[in-house]
C-alpha cells in the first residue's frame, strides 16, 4: 500500500507559477513510476505528466508540454510538478498516482492516488 498526499495548490493569475508536492509513504516510492493528473469540473481526469522511476524520463500531455516539469527526489519520497505560464484552462484538481500497469496516460493504469489540491488561475 502507497499513501499519496498533494500539496501546493492555490490561487494564481495568469502568467503565474505553482509547485505542486506529493509526499508518498508505505512501500517503496522508488519502485514505481508516478503519474500526475487534473480534473477541472464537468470534465473527465486528464493526464497530465508522468516520470519513471530512476527519473531519467519524463512524458507529458501537448497542454502543458514546455510548461510544466515532472520531477521526483526518491530519497525524499516525493514527486513534484513545476508548473510556469500557467493559464486559465490550467483551473483543475490535481491528483498524484502510482503506475501499476500499461500505458502512463490512462487513469485505469494508476493503483493509488492521491486526494487531490485544487490548481485555481485567474485571468
Known amino acids: 500500500q502507497v499513501q499519496l498526499v498533494e500539496s501546493g495548490g492555490g490561487l494564481v493569475q495568469a502568467g503565474g507559477s505553482l509547485r505542486l508536492s506529493c509526499a508518498a509513504s508505505g512501500r517503496t516510492f522508488g519502485s514505481y513510476v508516478m503519474g500526475w493528473f487534473r480534473q477541472a469540473p464537468g470534465k473527465e481526469r486528464e493526464f497530465v505528466a508522468a516520470?519513471?522511476?530512476?527519473?531519467?524520463?519524463?512524458y507529458y500531455a501537448d497542454s502543458v508540454k514546455g510548461r510544466f516539469t515532472i520531477s521526483r527526489d526518491n530519497a525524499k519520497n516525493t514527486e513534484y510538478l513545476q508548473m510556469n505560464s500557467l493559464k486559465p484552462e490550467d483551473t483543475a484538481v490535481y491528483y498524484c498516482a502510482a503506475h501499476y500497469s500499461g500505458s502512463y496516460y490512462y487513469v485505469s493504469s494508476y493503483i493509488y492516488w492521491g486526494q487531490g489540491t485544487q490548481v485555481t488561475v485567474s485571468s
Open positions: 516520470i519513471n522511476r530512476s527519473g531519467g524520463s519524463t
